[in-house]
């Protein structure tokens, strides 16, 4: 597979594997030991798919993995808040 399209198929799997920590993230208090497990839970997992892939540790790769990893919180909280408002 090429080196692109590798980089941004790990990039969604990235934003995949946050999307249920970003949800979780935002049903526990701020700064708690469960939020600073749901933020830095799926980092081993990142490191994982970088392993498992390949794609290496070249600077111009974490640009793109820091930002996959953002947008998968973002959305996850963002669904989070979602769901509690219209479920609760």
Known sequence: MPHVAKLLLI??????VNLPFGFWRT???RFSLPWFFAVHA???LVIG??????IGWQPATFP???G?????QLCGGRMGRWWR???S
């Open 11 to 16: 990039g969604l799997a990235v934003i995949a």
């Open 27 to 29: 049903g526990v208090r």
């Open 42 to 44: 799926p980092v081993p």
């Open 49 to 54: 798919f970088r392993v498992a892939s390949g």
């Open 64 to 66: 793109l993995m820091v």
């Open 68 to 72: 996959a990893y953002v947008v998968g």
């Open 85 to 87: 408002q219209s479920y």
